[in-house]
């Protein structure tokens, strides 16, 4: 105290301890900064690739560590001397959920972020494969493999493993074709009970701001005559709601995934950094999307979650519509969505080996085959007609033509590409998209009859992509 | 969106705010005034009440504050220890803990060197406390948003 007292009574320090204090003070500040940029930036990089393949020491019990995260199972090969028996530790490190289940019968629950679980897979005599089981991850490339090197192991009382591991491995082959597609019958009506989709654009409403909860459900919905799919549905149709304003307007979108898996949303039509309102949100989370519309246009919306091929080809699109300022109102204003269909088994998911090979069993209006054939749409003759077509794909292009009619007005990804009244007398036969884009185009019908519209890309034409505009 | 998380948040920013601006203000705006104006015995005496002041505020309320809320935040965002080894978000969060423990012992030895009179030693570790305070702020910042 009398220390303290001394030195505190004592005259001022004086410049130079001051300047001693003060660098003193900075040089330690510095040392922090180090230290701890030293510890933010340093690390173990996790990157596939690394620790791909594991190599088990022989015999006993031996436990492997295994991650789930960014579409990859780390370690992606474990190698295990024959009778070794083998425990794995499985730990999900990634944002969204993930499971890992073997083709021997052993499996983990659905891991949340951060969860892990152990599996006993018990003495191993042959291969066994395994891949995560969230619909998309293994043709994503959530794979691994356990091989057996032919060495020696610890005993051979392993015969009553190998059988039960080749049985269950046959077992887990026919489960994942899940049964064969339902043919489709491009001529057949549809049932007493079918609806079809409402192929009119409401108006905008008056308000420049728009607020809409979308919530994605498992849905069945049939998709064409007797064909029944479990769709992932934006508010229980695919295509989900269209959403129709100005430019200009607000969208305040609740986005509520009460599915069985992960789910995300991206909307064209507004301009963010997706990181937060593009990400995947696990079953019975919710989001809130806020986007400002400010460009016109027909903007796809589809769910953001990998792969988005599966989930756009399982029902996860639609359109938002925003009026280029000055718009005309029209008699009749309509809105396709074209999307290509990969059926899976009856009631079943989409097949992602079709998406794979982009082999489509049928091109759809709106979501069902021949949709408009079944129920044609009435417009009266002398009437300027609009169309707005959104190409929702997921992998192709669209060739939008109606049999009989020429296009006036042609719009297409933000700009007019004809007028009607223009002076070189132009007129337009096919609005092309390719996947994601969309336009609309307006036209006249002359005189009574039964137009088609179809996708000129004949092949599609004829498997599902036709309509009938019906003149009176 | 303004929900109970953008609150937590707030009230961990604020948190940081009051603990760098306390320092900021004594340093650079109390001491000099005080070196002109006090005399000598008035001067330390001021200080070392004023000090004193923030180092109890810090003790009793900050520090539980900033824990229960960064913890609370860090628990949100889905952060695990095992995460905090990872290189991106954990490793910016674990480095920024570290500037944390760091500042708060400088912060500590400060008052201790002031008790037993090192005053050169009280100094540095003042200002080293502020620095650093400025490192914690900029491994904040510096998180990753997604």
Redesign the interface.
Same mark, same amino acid.
């Given at each position: 105290m009398t220390a303290d007292q001394n030195l505190a009574t004592r005259s001022d320090p004086g410049p130079r301890q001051d300047r001693a204090g003060l660098l003193g003070g900075l040089a330690l500040g510095a040392l922090m900064l180090i230290i701890a940029l030293a510890v933010a930036l340093t690390g173990r990089t996790t990157a596939a690739g690394a620790d791909a393949r594991a190599v088990v020491a022989a015999g006993g019990t031996q436990t492997v560590a295994v991650t789930l995260a960014g579409m990859r199972i780390t370690p992606s090969v474990i190698e295990v001397t024959k009778g070794t028996r083998l425990v794995l530790e499985v730990t999900n490190t990634d944002a969204m959920r993930h499971d890992l289940v073997l083709d021997s019968g052993q499996e983990t629950p659905l891991l949340a972020a951060g969860q892990f679980a152990t599996i006993d897979v018990g003495t191993v005599s042959a291969a066994i494969d395994g891949w995560c089981s969230v619909p998309g991850h293994r043709a994503a490339g959530m794979t691994m493999s356990i091989v057996v090197t032919g060495a020696d192991g610890t005993g051979t009382g392993t015969g009553e493993a190998a059988s039960l591991g080749h049985d269950m491995g046959s077992m887990g082959g026919s489960a994942t074709a899940d049964g064969a597609a339902p043919a489709i019958d491009f001529h057949t009506a549809p049932g007493p009970d079918w609806q079809p989709y409402d192929p009119t654009l409401a108006p905008a409403p008056g308000a420049t701001e728009h607020r809409l909860t979308m919530t994605v459900r498992d849905t069945v919905v049939e998709v064409a005559p007797g064909v029944r799919q479990t769709l992932w549905t934006f508010n229980g149709t695919a295509p989900g709601p269209t959403l129709h304003g100005k430019v200009g307007d607000v969208f305040t979108i609740t986005f509520v995934n009460d599915a069985s898996m992960g789910h995300g949303i991206d909307f064209h039509a507004g301009s963010l950094a997706p990181d937060e309102p593009m990400r995947t949100i696990a079953p019975g989370e919710s989001l809130t999307y806020q986007f400002v519309a400010n460009s016109s246009g027909a903007w796809l919306y589809h769910c953001s979650t990998m792969p988005i091929s599966l989930h756009i080809a399982n029902g996860m699109y639609g359109a938002v519509i925003i009026d280029p300022p000055g718009l005309p109102a029209v008699d009749t204003e309509l809105v396709l969505v074209r999307s290509e269909l990969y059926l899976g088994a009856q009631d079943g998911i989409a097949d992602e080996a079709k998406i794979a090979a982009e082999e489509p069993d049928a091109i759809l209006f709106n979501g069902y085959a021949n949709q408009y054939d079944h129920a044609p749409i009435r417009v009266r003759v002398g009437e300027r007609v609009r169309v707005w077509v959104v190409d929702a794909g997921p992998q192709r292009g669209a060739a939008f033509h109606v049999v009989g009619a020429q296009f006036d007005t042609v719009f297409k990804e933000g700009a007019y590409l004809l007028k009607a009244g223009n002076a070189e007398h132009g007129g337009s036969q096919v609005l092309d998209l390719a996947p994601a884009q969309g336009g609309f185009v307006e036209f006249v019908l002359p005189e009574a009859g039964h137009y088609p519209f179809i996708d000129h890309a004949m092949v599609d034409g004829e498997r599902g992509a036709h309509g009938v505009l019906e003149a009176y | 969106?303004l929900d109970v998380w953008s609150l937590v948040r707030f009230v961990h920013v604020v948190g940081a705010v009051v603990w760098l601006g306390g320092q900021l203000t004594l340093s650079a705006l109390v001491l000099p005034v005080a070196?002109r104006r006090l005399a000598?015995?008035d001067r330390?005496?001021l200080m070392?009440i004023l000090g004193m002041r923030l180092g109890i505020a810090t003790v009793a309320f900050l520090i539980p504050l900033q824990i229960a809320t960064g913890v609370a935040l860090a628990w949100h965002k889905?952060v695990?220890v095992?995460?905090l080894?990872?290189?991106g978000y @954990?490793?910016?969060l674990?480095?920024?803990l570290? #500037?944390f423990v760091?500042?708060m012992l #400088?912060a500590g030895l400060h008052g201790w060197a002031n @008790?037993?009179?090192r005053?050169?030693?009280?100094?540095? %570790?003042?200002?080293?406390? %502020?620095? @650093?305070s400025?490192?914690?702020v %900029?491994?904040a910042t510096?998180l990753p948003?997604?």
């Open positions: - | 969106m070196r000598d015995d330390a005496d070392r889905g695990t095992a995460s080894a990872e290189p @954990g490793r910016m674990a480095g920024k570290v #500037a760091l500042v #400088a @008790g037993v009179g005053r050169t030693l009280a100094r540095s %570790l003042a200002v080293s406390s %502020l620095a @650093g400025f490192v914690i %900029l491994l510096a948003v997604s």
